[in-house]
């Protein structure tokens, strides 16, 4: 038996099965790059959407049943869980993202570790990002600028001009094997901090990320964080780009499973957050940056 969790009315369905797919769908399939409308995002009402979602449904239905076999969680590469949750035919995919307190399973790419980052953590998207901060998330919005080289440098030598120098990798997804696999035409760029976002004090739970804009987490390791993202479908047909100073050939990276026990681990830490326990900090229930109560239609999500 399943755990009910989607609404009834709104044409939410369970999502596709294979990590691959979340990434590849086009919100408008046609040759080239799509255009994203006028504002999908506020047309569509996507802040209501996850309005709604965090007054019931996730809190009461999914956190607390997150061991089910349902939920099939993997590690994003940068070291937080991702849950696939539902699909929306003109949203794009819910998603579920946690870093949980003391745990990190991430793939040590290029340099390692750059003070409050890793390397390979700077990233643009082929979709935008709507997300509602459920405890604790922030992140850095990055400038990137091209570097010409005289003559095209090896990695050692990119990585020595200094930890804002990357090389751009773009990211094919290997739905057989649901491998991420990068590649680099060699191309140099700078890092900037532009923004640093930190949740925890903005006014508004609703942070976005559009397309093509270079962000990074930037969540403590002894730290808990989650969040609840719409991923529009694909409206840049190349891409999403990460940046990575120390390497120069392709990368090969397996999304790994989150086992029973990772799950219940960031279970516990999440529910005792939401109950305003002393782990993380406290988000009252039913709270965004519009409507307390969402105007939607036929919202029975049992």
């Known amino acids: 038996m399943g755990i009910e969790y989607l609404p009834k009315g709104l044409d939410y369905k369970l999502p596709d099965s294979g990590t691959s797919r979340l990434h590849q769908e086009f919100y408008n399939p046609i040759v080239g790059e799509c255009s994203f409308g006028d504002d999908i995002l506020r047309n569509y009402r996507t802040s209501d959407h996850l309005n709604f979602f965090m007054s019931g449904p996730v809190p009461d239905k999914v956190i607390p049943n997150l061991e089910h076999e349902q939920f099939d969680g993997r590690w994003h590469p940068s070291g937080f869980m991702v849950f696939p949750l539902a699909k929306h035919p003109d949203l794009g995919y819910l998603r579920l993202h946690i870093w949980p307190?003391?745990?990190?399973?991430?793939?040590?790419?290029?340099?390692?570790?750059?003070?409050?980052?890793?390397?390979?953590?700077?990233?643009?998207?082929?979709?935008?990002?709507?997300?509602?901060?459920?405890?604790?998330?922030?992140?850095?919005l990055y400038e990137v600028e091209p570097v010409e080289y005289p003559d095209r440098?090896?990695?050692?030598?990119?990585?020595?001009?200094?930890?804002?120098?990357?090389?751009?990798?773009?990211?094919?997804?290997?739905?057989?094997?649901?491998?991420?696999?990068?590649?680099?035409?060699?191309?140099?760029?700078?890092?900037t901090p532009r923004e640093e976002r930190n949740l925890v004090n903005f006014p508004t739970d609703i942070h976005q990320i559009a397309v093509g804009d270079y962000h990074a987490p930037t969540v403590p390791e002894n730290e808990l964080a989650a969040t609840l993202v719409f991923n529009s479908y694909r409206v840049k047909r190349d891409g999403p780009e990460i940046l990575v100073g120390g390497a120069a050939t392709v990368i090969v990276g397996a999304r790994k499973q989150v086992t029973l026990d990772?799950?219940?681990?960031?279970?516990?830490?999440?529910?005792?957050?939401?109950?305003?326990?002393?782990?993380?900090?406290?988000?009252?229930?039913?709270?965004?940056?519009?409507?307390?109560?969402?105007?939607?239609?036929n919202t029975d999500a049992s």
């Open 101 to 140: 307190k003391g745990l990190r399973q991430r793939e040590n790419r290029g340099r390692g570790i750059l003070g409050n980052i890793w390397d390979g953590d700077p990233h643009n998207h082929a979709w935008h990002v709507t997300g509602y901060n459920i405890v604790g998330y922030r992140d850095v």
């Open 153 to 191: 440098q090896s990695y050692e030598e990119v990585a020595a001009n200094g930890l804002g120098h990357f090389r751009i990798f773009r990211a094919e997804y290997d739905e057989a094997s649901g491998d991420d696999v990068l590649t680099t035409q060699g191309e140099c760029v700078t890092v």
């Open 262 to 297: 990772e799950k219940l681990f960031a279970k516990a830490q999440l529910l005792n957050a939401l109950e305003g326990g002393v782990e993380a900090p406290s988000v009252p229930r039913r709270m965004g940056n519009l409507a307390l109560v969402p105007d939607l239609p």
